[in-house]
Nanobody, 124 residues
Framework: QVQLVESGGGLVQAGGSLKLSCAAS????????MGWFRQPPGKEREFIAA????????YYAESVKGRFTISRDNAKNTVYLQMNSLKPEDTAVYYC?????????????????WGQGTQVTVSS
């Protein structure tokens, strides 16, 4: 089992920044991918970004390219999401996810473990 704990959410004004963290613990694997998803109010969960642990390869959704940056610290089993130029439409619950594979995917059904989520609210 892998446990994921997100932190760093909160309330921010439009144009501001937040940095989310996700710490993984438990039985982690040598080749894995971690991703960030979000679920806006009344909408489905959507992919934001993912990173491969071994070589740092990244993949972003078009909606956040140039504004969000995913990174990782393998020594801490932690992945980060730096969010800049935030917009009201970025308001959502943000989830961290873990996939037991080196293959990066945006398909949420291919992730094996999930965090509890952290709320991000962007005011206009």
């Amino acid at each position: 089992q892998v446990q994921l704990v997100e932190s760093g959410g909160g309330l921010v004004q439009a144009g501001g920044s937040l940095k989310l963290s996700c710490a993984a613990s438990g039985r982690t694997f040598s080749d894995y991918t971690m991703g960030w998803f979000r679920q806006p109010p009344g909408k489905e969960r959507e992919f934001i970004a993912a990173i491969r642990a071994n070589d740092g390869s990244v993949y972003y959704a078009e909606s956040v390219k140039g504004r969000f940056t995913i990174s990782r610290d393998n020594a801490k089993n932690t992945v980060y999401l730096q969010m800049n130029s935030l917009k009201p439409e970025d308001t959502a619950v943000y989830y961290c996810a873990y996939r037991r594979s080196w293959y990066i995917t945006s398909n949420l059904y291919e992730y094996d473990y999930w965090g509890q989520g952290t709320q991000v609210t962007v005011s206009s």
